[in-house]
Nanobody, 123 residues
Framework: QLQIVESGGGLVQPGGSLRLSCAASGSILSINAMGWYRQAPGKQRELVATVTSSSSGRTNYADAVKGRFTISRDNAKNTVYLQMNSLKPEDTGVYYC???????????????WGQGTQVTVSS
């Protein structure tokens, strides 16, 4: 009943932009934070950016994307976005959405993952 669905990936030239979206739906009591992670070919999955669902909406970015990527949220829609500008070939990889959330009937939050969306930066 719980779904984490990403969209917006694709092929883009270096210096271009993409906007990723991730929506969580189902038996959700509340969401603590949502974020984006990526996995490049032959590498471990790494954090890209996160944002809390608190009123402060605190954000956190990996050094490699700071100043180029912007994470934002829409709490009413349980949705998080990742605006990616000035893309580099090194940004290529599968981007996964994560939602740390409380499900109905549970008494602790757990991370839940989407299936991922491919981002390819190439000329």
């Amino acid at each position: 009943q719980l779904q984490i669905v990403e969209s917006g990936g694709g092929l883009v030239q270096p210096g271009g932009s993409l906007r990723l979206s991730c929506a969580a739906s189902g038996s959700i009591l509340s969401i603590n934070a949502m974020g984006w992670y990526r996995q490049a070919p032959g590498k471990q999955r790494e954090l890209v950016a996160t944002v809390t669902s608190s009123s402060s909406g605190r954000t956190n970015y990996a050094d490699a994307v700071k100043g180029r990527f912007t994470i934002s949220r829409d709490n009413a829609k349980n949705t998080v976005y990742l605006q990616m500008n000035s893309l580099k070939p090194e940004d290529t990889g599968v981007y996964y959405c994560n939602a740390d959330l409380w499900r109905v009937g549970e008494f602790a939050s757990y991370p839940h993952w989407g299936q991922g969306t491919q981002v390819t930066v190439s000329s």
